[in-house]
């Protein structure tokens, strides 16, 4: 399969990850091979039904380094979700306690702490409205398995698409996008910005904003 690459040079690649392929076991060898080189190490994940915007590091100081800036939350990340109904205020910050239960391969919203729970904590802005489906721009502040799918589930606004979760809608794919990463190149330091609109169809083509209205970008530096 030839994965779409927006940037690479010897340190990093910058890539749209296909959906239903698996971020940490499917990638890295399709990425040796399409650039010809020995390693290639996995720094973030996205679900395996989930496509997007990725970085992968080409050398391991490399992804050292693009770790250090996800630790200290400089590593800035924005999807694009199409949920059910209409999220209420139109922008919020969601803060919750997730519990992922490996057997399961489910995350859920706890009340307390205890082990294996974490904080998860994203913001929201509604975009658009059709077809009782909303369009939301989100912005991740934690990486939890499953985060962005849970809290806004909790909130009876599952992911079309998203089963798992309590979508009705058996009639596409998960409706999330990992639309822009900005980070600083690990080796040069100069701040990066790489992002892509979601692919055609249902139901990303319901929603103008999807791929304009102020939403349109490059997949340049």
Known sequence: MDIPLLFHDKYIAVCLKPPGLDSEADMPVLLSERLAVPSVFCVHRLDRAVGGVMVYALRRESAAGLSRQMADGRFQKEYLA????????????????????????????????RAGV???????????EAENLSLLSVRLHTGR?????????????????????????????????????????????????????PPPGFPWELFHAAYNGGLTCDTSK
């Open 145 to 197: 398995t499953h985060q962005i799918r849970v809290q806004l589930a909790a909130r009876r606004h599952p992911l079309a698409g998203d089963g798992k979760y309590g979508s009705p809608r058996r009639d596409c794919a998960i409706a999330l996008f990992s639309r822009e990463l900005g980070f600083c190149h690990p080796q040069m330091g100069e701040a990066l910005r790489f992002c892509a609109p």
């Open 82 to 113: 199409v949920v059910h109904g209409r999220p209420e205020p139109d922008a919020d910050t969601l803060r919750d306690l997730l519990y992922h239960d490996r057997g399961r391969n489910k995350s859920f919203v706890v009340s307390r702490r």
């Open 118 to 128: 974490k904080e998860a904590v994203l913001d929201y802005r509604v975009l658009e």
